[in-house]
């Protein structure tokens, strides 16, 4: 008998088990439209041409496979802060950032929440309802408590701003609020300027410290500078932040797992400590990070010629999104004739929309339509094309009533 009996079946993962039920189906049919991964119109996937482009320099350069620093590449550090706060930033100038390269953004997340558990044991993390599914699991795994704020309000399908406000306020002080600082996962709703002064405002009455998730920088509205501008809001201000950055997403680098925890201190001094204990936490985890995805990334951005292509890349990338979210309405709202506000659909922001399907609809979906999506109602708009948008209004209409 093994000694492993006792080893139990995991469940699917509520996000990757959708693609695995998708390619299951042998329906002509079928949409995946679970994970958030960016398909074309034709719906396939899209490695961008500056990759291909810094992919031909580095062959051509010749590229040797020695250990990266714990930290990571330089050249890729020096780029994803700039990115983040902008290249003229005193903060950067000042040394005041601790950067660690990170297994993209789920284990730059993992990295930071490591640190937590080691200098703030007990301390929580609040995370929004909903969020992204594996934010739980990588705090659990990392043994850092976390607590739900208010977030998504099914009746104005917006943001329970009061209720946000509120729960962050009535956390103990010194809590660790975990924001999405663009195109929240899974609901598309972000808050608008106005609103993230107020939170920054709660955040600082609180000596709250916040831990900005940024996924999507560049990929939501199409601008690098306008996705980061939560976190240089706060940054600004002159709070002590955790940035957790991917490049999944924006750069098409899914695979590659290239991401970075960003810790903004208020002394260079103290980031060069932070920093030493973000390396001293990775060296047992993974000792050191992949080089690839990190020279693509230091390669596009490093040349004025492809930095320029790629932001027209993720212009291009989030105007599809944009005309399928158009069509999509359109389809909805002129195929419903129960008068219902299809309207959030246009508001919500980035690769996702939060249709307020429930798992029963969701199900139906997939077992009548044969359209895959989250459980919780969330579709991926990455994965829809103009063609098929009318045939996901009628999916959704018929399982909605
Ligand atoms: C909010 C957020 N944080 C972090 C990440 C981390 O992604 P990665 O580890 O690939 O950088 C992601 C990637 N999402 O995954 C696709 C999906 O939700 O279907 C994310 O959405």
Known sequence: VSRFEGVKMAPPDPILGVSEAFKADTDDLKLNLGVGAYRTEDLRPYVLNVVKKAENMMLEKGENK????????????KATVELLLGADNDVTKQGRVATVQGLSGTGSLRLGAAFIQRYFPGTQVLISSPTWGN?????????VPWSEYRYYDS??????????LADIKAAPSGSFVLLHGCAHNPTGIDPTPDQ?????????EKNHTTFFDVAYQGFASGSLDE????????????MEVFVAQSYSKNL?????????????????????RVKSQLKRLARPMYSNPPVHGAQIVANVVGNPVLFDEWKSEMELMSGRIKGVRQRL????????KSGKDWSFVLRQIGMFSFTGLNKAQSENMSSKWHIYMTKDGRISLAGLSLSKCEYLADAIIDSYY
Not at 66 to 77: D, N, V
Not at 227 to 238: E, H, I, K, T
Not at 252 to 272: F, M, P, Q, T
Request: with cysteine.
């Open 227 to 238: 996705d980061a501008s939560s976190v240089r809001l706060f940054v600004a201000r002159g």
């Open 155 to 164: 009746k104005t399908v917006g943001l329970d701003f009061e209720g946000m």
């Open 252 to 272: 098409g680098l899914y695979a590659e797992r290239i991401g970075a925890i960003n810790v903004v201190c208020s002394s260079s001094e103290v980031a060069n």
């Open 135 to 143: 934010h739980k699991n990588i705090f659990n795994d990392a043994g």
């Open 196 to 204: 993230w002064e107020k939170i920054a405002d709660v955040i600082q």
């Open 329 to 336: 309405y359109a389809n909805l709202s002129a195929k419903d």
């Open 66 to 77: 020695e250990y990266l620093p714990i930290e990571g590449l330089a050249a890729f550090i």
